[in-house]
């Protein structure tokens, strides 16, 4: 693995000497791969030393995660406004996406990221940032275990379950095409761990709740069809929500079931987060760079799976990004041989 390079893993050596405080943080509405890392590293970090102060910032985590250990070590807020020796950010591809943890790390006396998103530039004192790995997960467990940057490499299997947890995520259960040969060695090393598989997947990726799948069922008995059925888009509403008493976090899964519709080259989900503000997820097959096309919105992601938040109303914002959508279908059936060789992540935004 060429994750790290010898230079860098030396600087990160020099800076870990004499921390005693520690801060973890992620992007906003933190999903698996984000929870999974945060709480991994936590792990791991603190299965190293004990007498670490580690703390996690992030946004209120989904239920179904919160068995992961140190579950409860994370905050919203820095009440002590504590200054950190060491904050490392995870699964973070802009620092404007941190939310929770901006003041934090911009008082912090060493900065840390790593991340696996193809748009992040880097940022922080040092940046580990690795495309090709399938998820933030994988990236972080090459780094404990071929690199030693945090410690002496061993897993325990709390951190095991949640590394697991955060690559079945990210892969769609190693459906996705980001699943590669490291990736399946990794989770192969850590299934070694003696992890329940098995419960992983089925409690926190394939389980709904009832309220989850009405409103997944609102969302696809609303969806239309757009491009001559290339593309596909639905749309939830803040009243759909409060009829329903369901909350942002239950639209775990509705855009990636759009994506599998037969036909279509995109699929587009929106949902209100504001007056007149909308979030959107973006999936996409080898046809469509949504990143690109979430960047132009002020997102980001990847390839195969993005997002970013706009304003105005659906027409206007279903149009913009349909439009965007069919140049790239265009300029593929102009030239092609030119084919994306990139492969696919899976984070909302």
């Known amino acids: 693995m060429t994750y790290i390079d010898r230079l860098s893993k030396q600087r990160f050596n020099n800076w870990t000497e004499g921390v005693k405080t520690v801060a973890i943080s992620g992007h906003i509405r933190p999903d698996g791969d984000c929870v999974g890392s945060c709480l991994g590293l936590c792990t791991y970090l603190l299965d190293q030393d004990p007498a670490l102060c580690v703390d996690v910032y992030l946004d209120p985590i989904p239920e179904e995660f919160r068995f992961l250990k140190h579950a409860d070590r994370i905050r919203q807020e820095n009440e002590e406004n504590r200054i950190y020796d060491l904050c490392i950010i995870l699964d973070c591809s802009d620092p404007d996406r941190m939310n929770r943890a901006q003041s934090v790390f911009a008082q912090a006396?060493?900065?840390?990221?790593?991340?696996?998103?193809?748009?992040?530039?880097g940022f922080g004192d040092l940046s580990i940032v690795c495309p090709e790995s399938?998820?933030?997960?994988e990236l972080l467990y090459y780094l404990i275990k071929e690199h030693n940057i945090f410690g002496d490499g061993s897993i325990s299997i709390d951190c095991?379950?949640?590394?697991?947890?955060?690559?079945?995520?990210?892969?769609?259960v190693f459906r996705h095409t980001n699943t590669t040969m490291e990736t399946m060695m990794a989770a192969g090393e850590l299934i070694r761990c003696g992890i329940n598989t098995e419960k992983i997947i089925n409690d926190t990726f394939f389980r709904k709740t009832y309220i989850q799948n009405q409103l997944l069922g609102k969302a696809l008995t609303e969806s239309m069809l757009v491009l001559d059925g290339r593309m596909i888009f639905s749309v939830l509403y803040?009243?759909?929500f409060s009829l329903l008493k369901a909350t942002q976090q239950d639209t775990d899964g509705i855009i990636d079931q759009l994506r599998v519709t037969e036909g279509i080259h995109a699929a587009l989900f929106l949902y209100e987060s504001g007056e007149g503000e909308f979030k959107v997820s973006l999936r996409s097959d080898e046809y469509v760079d949504v990143s690109v096309i979430a960047g132009e919105f002020g997102g980001g992601g990847h390839i195969r799976a993005a997002g970013c938040t706009m304003n105005g109303t659906v027409h206007d914002i279903v149009n913009n990004i349909a439009s965007r959508v069919e140049m790239q279908l265009e300029k593929k059936e102009d030239c092609p041989g030119d084919s994306h060789e990139e492969t696919e992540r899976d984070e909302l935004s």
Not at 134 to 137: G, K
């Open 238 to 240: 803040r009243k759909d």
């Open 109 to 121: 006396g060493r900065t840390l990221c790593i991340d696996h998103h193809i748009t992040n530039e």
């Open 134 to 137: 399938s998820s933030t997960c």
């Open 160 to 172: 095991a379950v949640a590394l697991y947890l955060g690559i079945v995520h990210d892969t769609g």
